[in-house]
């Protein structure tokens, strides 16, 4: 039987479901019934998931949860995250609390500025070209001015416009630079939009536009977070030794791409959570995120820690391009609550709460991984997974739970002394 299709857009969803199913699976009836118990069974829900994309068949869950205690320049915050992975909101939680007794969470945006590019080939001389940018300069600014009257009376709109000379790169190359400033929007429709109005006057007199899109990487939509307490206050025994080891796992990011990776990771858990719960573009941030960390040449922390005169301080600097009107935010009744559950931010607010979410999973990822190691943890909330898997009772979970505090958590191990309580009961 072929497996390929045409003029699958326009099948019903039945129609597509029965297609995929028989297609794909040798149990199409159970195949159908795996992707219909997701259905919502609130048509309006269920309408708007299915208009989000192309050929939805039925939706994918994440758990949706919520760490509480965020105290971020002196007000408390309950910050929704979406995570699959178990020991992500527990951590958070955890570091909330921790941090809510030594000062809370210092945040500041350093700046808010998007970009956006034109880029075009263009043979003549340069000269001639720049006295041409300058001439259409003005009339580039008049000709967005209908799209960006809204903007512009929310504070935002064209920032500038700049002609590049990229030819150093490659030959023939040239680009406008143009900067944003998108207020509470995350600005995509918006950048693209005028990009591609100031393209379409170069296109008239005759210039190659080979494409108009915006940048994903914003290091000038940048936000910093911080913590600092005495190091007497960081460890409940040996303070000194303890901070020393975390300053120098920070170190050891800082030098070493390979450890880089996976400390940043362990920040994106936080940051991709909230970016998610709010209705925001995950691999916007993700890409943009990435790139800063690359900025120097080498990919390194986006963290850092210092301990001078006795004080403790750690902190994050991450570019974000977020909103918190438009896009899925409103649309998405989850994302919606999310704001609502925030206070309804202003975008500036959102940046300063996901660079916490960032820096407080980074607190506890290094917190663990130099004291008991990130197993113990991890292994703590596996245990409570297949415990439940086990189908075991609230007794039986206790002293499972009790059984290992010690010992080592495998799978099998779990299953084998839950078997032998069961016998010897
Ligand atoms: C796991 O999702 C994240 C960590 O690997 C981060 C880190 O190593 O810093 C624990």
């Known amino acids: 039987m072929s497996k390929t299709v045409s003029g699958f857009s326009k099948f019903s969803k039945e129609e597509k479901i029965d297609w995929i199913a028989k297609s794909f699976f040798d149990d199409s009836e159970k195949a159908k019934e795996v992707l219909k118990q997701y259905w919502n069974t609130n048509k309006y829900l269920q309408d708007l998931h299915d208009d989000f994309i192309e050929n939805t068949v039925s939706n994918f869950y994440l758990p949706y949860a919520i760490a509480p205690n965020f105290k971020i320049n002196g007000k408390d915050y309950a910050v929704p995250m979406v995570i699959e992975e178990s020991s992500v909101v527990a951590a958070a939680s955890l570091v909330a609390k921790f941090w809510s007794t030594r000062g809370g969470f210092k945040a500041a945006v350093i700046s808010t500025t998007k970009i956006g ?111 600092s307490c005495n190091v ?139 004291t008991t190691g990130i197993q113990h943890g991890h292994m703590k909330m596996h245990l409570t997974n297949i415990i439940k898997q086990l189908g075991a009772s609230e007794e039986e979970k206790q002293f499972l739970i009790n059984y290992f505090e010690n010992k080592t958590v495998t799978h099998n191990a779990v299953v084998e002394a839950y078997n032998k309580l069961v016998q010897d009961k």
Request: net charge negative.
């Open 117 to 227: 590019q034109v880029h075009f080939m263009y043979q003549g001389d340069y000269e001639a070209l720049q006295r041409y940018f300058e001439s259409k300069k003005q009339h580039l600014f008049e000709t967005t001015s209908e799209i960006t009257k809204n903007m512009r009376k929310r504070g935002g709109g064209i920032l500038n416009i700049e002609l590049r000379d990229k030819t150093s790169e490659l030959e023939n190359y040239y680009q406008l630079h143009v900067t944003f400033e998108t207020v509470d929007s995350m600005g995509a429709n918006f950048i693209n939009t005028c990009l591609e109005a100031i393209a379409n006057e170069f296109k008239k007199d005759d210039i190659q536009v080979v494409m108009s899109i915006l940048s994903n990487y914003v290091p000038e939509c940048l936000v910093r977070a911080e913590v």
């Open 232 to 370: 007497n206050n960081l460890y409940a025994e040996d303070a000194e030794k303890y901070t020393q080891k975390f300053v120098q796992a920070v170190q050891i990011a800082n030098a070493e791409p390979h450890r880089a990776v996976t400390h940043n990771k362990g920040i994106m858990n936080g940051v991709d959570a909230v970016v998610l719960a709010t209705g925001n573009d995950f691999r916007a941030v993700e890409a943009g995120v990435h790139a800063y960390a690359s900025k120097s040449g080498v990919y390194k922390s986006l963290t850092n820690a210092t301990v001078e005169n006795g004080v403790f301080k750690f902190w994050i600097e991450i570019p974000l391009a977020l909103g918190t009107v438009g896009g899925l935010t409103s649309l998405h009744p989850l994302s919606k609550f999310s704001l609502g559950l925030l206070g309804n931010p202003s975008a500036k607010e959102l940046m300063q709460v996901i660079a916490v979410a960032g820096l407080a999973q980074n607190f506890a990822a290094l917190r663990a991984l130099t």
